[in-house]
């Protein structure tokens, strides 16, 4: 298999005190690429994941963006966080903002947006994710799916080259996954380059260029969605991928 | 007035050997005095109007008592908040050396007792006087406002290390994920959420330092309780006069404050949902 060489993940493992949890994991996406990352809770996903934009770092191995050497001691995380958005399982909006308020507070602060442009393009991303209605609405006063669209939303406003969705409809109710997941295919369509941790296999079926299943922090197979889910060639992806269905 | 009802003799005893003078030679409490309470409600509650007259004709100089307190309390609060609140951020943000002296300076002011503070600033450190353009401030008030400030800035530091340690870490995580620095993300993010659930703290602080002011007298300044005893040691019949016009002040300062902390509190609460 040929790696895309946008985002290149190479040999990247990390150890929390003496436990490794990430072990030489490898893969490569290129622009308009997505990657969805599968694999049983603690396999190192999120990990994985957060190690791309450092919220975790990474011991060794390398992560080059576009060219560029993520886990370098000279990258300027702040610089490479700006070109990378995330969204969180949790949400976590900023609780004493608004919606238009949370989605600004990038462009206001790190762009440095006039107070009226910033407003104006959170406006335009809360559109984007089919909230126009509720721009002065606080996350309080929200639904979780609506909380966690401004959440896609305050990381579009950034207008990144890369997003990253960790876990993104796993603290949702059933009932409220379906409207993040059709924001996230609209994105798709769009053509962003998105890196998912998810559970969604029907999710990761439908627009997953390739899927990779992590255990135990390693890459245990990766491959295009068709060929995993339906001919996985190791035996633990297999069980994963029974153990999930019967679930659904 | 003679000390006649229970609250009277209550407030004579609680001040015990403050005011030896008031409490002997009174009047003791006879059966028929409990026996008349019920008659005798009006005047032992509000005291004896030629009491109050003694308190009104010296109203001017509890009056500076007042200015005095007020001053020392504002001042002492503002000194707590600016470096208390710094000092909170650091114990919660710090690391190595400077949040080990942050910590340590506050286990000492929060472990001396504030007497004890005021005489080393006054007669061990020696602070001096103050000169500002428009006059001075003598050395036992500036003694008194670094004293009872760093005082409150150990405790304040509390409240916000509180404050600031109770906003969920992924707050400051999101904040950081679109590019802020880790400064910006706790200026813009964290700080904002830490001050509003630092008001109820700051309330109990801000009353218990207006209080602890009369502590000053140590030092040889005269607030307004220190000048409340002045007044009842000359006229001991206007004990509870004196004492009731007195916490009625402080009543009034410490109401009037918390309930503007409690609009601020209201004015500017992060609105909360039913769907949250």
Redesign the interface.
Known sequence: MTDGDFLRVSDVSKWYGDEQVLDEVSFGMDRGDVTVLIGPSGSGKSTMLRCV?R?AEAQEGSITLDGEEVLSPDTDV??L??EV??V?Q?F?????LSAVGNVA??PR??LDLSENEARERAANQLERVGLADQLD???????GGQQQRVGIA??L??EPKLMLFDEPTSALDPELIGEVLEVMRSLVDEGMTMLVVTHEMSFARAVADEVVFLDDGRVVERGPPEQLFERPENERTGRFLERIASHD | MSVAGPLALDASDSLGALAPSTASGETPLTAAAVGSVSESIDWWLVGDPADWWFVVRNVDYLAGGVLLTVGLTVASILLGFLAGFPAGAVEVYGEGLPKRLVSTAGVVLRGTPIVVILLVMYFVIGVPQVNLGVGSISPAISASILGLGLRSAAYQSQIFRAALSSV?D??L?????????QF?AIR??VV??AL?RSIPGFQNEFTIVLKDTSIVFAIGLAELLTRGYDLFTQETTAVLEVILFISGIYFVLTFTTNRALDYLGTRYA????E??
């Open positions: 934009n919220l702040d610089e966080r700006r958005g995330m969180f949790s976590n909006l900023f609780a004493h507070l990038g602060r790190v609405s606080y996350p309080a006063e929200l639904s305050r990381a406003a950034m | 969920d992924g707050q995580e999101a904040g950081r994920s679109v590019g802020l620095s910006e813009y993010v904002p959420q509003r992060i609105p909360e949902g769907s949250a």
